[in-house]
Nanobody
Framework: QVQLVESGGGLVQPGGSLRLSCAAS????????MAWFRQAPGKERDLVAS????????YYVDSVKGRFTISRDNAKNTVDLQMNNLKPEDTAVYYC????????????????WGQGTQVTVSS
């Protein structure tokens, strides 16, 4: 069992940066692939980025490539999402998720979820 708690969301102007962090409890965190999803009002929960359990592989959706960076620290049981050059279309609730396949692209393929953190990009 893994419990996930996100932090770091907030209001930022276009072009600004935020760093989201997800803290995990449980001794098995290092065996899970991790991901960040986001969900805007009235839309589905979409994958943003994912990272394999050993940090060997990462995936980014095209719309965030070159702007977002996913990272993890298995010693600290954390996974972060550095978001730069934010755009209004990045506004959403961001969720941390744990699963067994970092290449999985859909929310139903992940086993554990955090409660989400709101990111609002607006001037």
């Amino acid at each position: 069992q893994v419990q996930l708690v996100e932090s770091g969301g907030g209001l930022v102007q276009p072009g600004g940066s935020l760093r989201l962090s997800c803290a995990a409890s449980g001794r098995t965190f290092s065996s899970y692939d991790m991901a960040w999803f986001r969900q805007a009002p009235g839309k589905e929960r979409d994958l943003v980025a994912s990272i394999s359990w050993n940090d060997a592989s990462k995936y980014y959706v095209d719309s965030v490539k070159g702007r977002f960076t996913i990272s993890r620290d298995n010693a600290k049981n954390t996974v972060d999402l550095q978001m730069n050059n934010l755009k209004p279309e990045d506004t959403a609730v961001y969720y941390c998720a744990a699963g067994r396949d970092y290449s999985a692209r859909y929310y139903w393929q992940y086993d554990y979820w955090g409660q989400g953190t709101q990111v609002t990009v607006s001037s």
